[in-house]
């Protein structure tokens, strides 16, 4: 939680400063141990409410639960999600 904290304050920074960065593309990729996609909102929604802000392009979310062991994501679709959402920045 933190470090989207620090994000989201860095950003502000650039806001408040007046520099123009609007129109660039962005993505959010995560994953958490529950299985209840609801947990990720704490991320997801100020990554949203960011990009929106600045103007950004949300290019897409990449949202992997049930990872809570070593290894439990390559047992899930997210490194190839990651990967294609990471092809369309």
Known sequence: MYIIKAVIDKLYAFCVAGKDIAGKACGLIACC????MSVLDGVRIPVERSAALMKWHMAGEVLVPG????????????????AALADKI
């Open 33 to 36: 141990e529950e299985n209840d």
């Open 67 to 82: 990872v809570l062991n070593a290894g439990d994501i390559e047992k899930t679709d997210g490194c190839d999600m990651a």
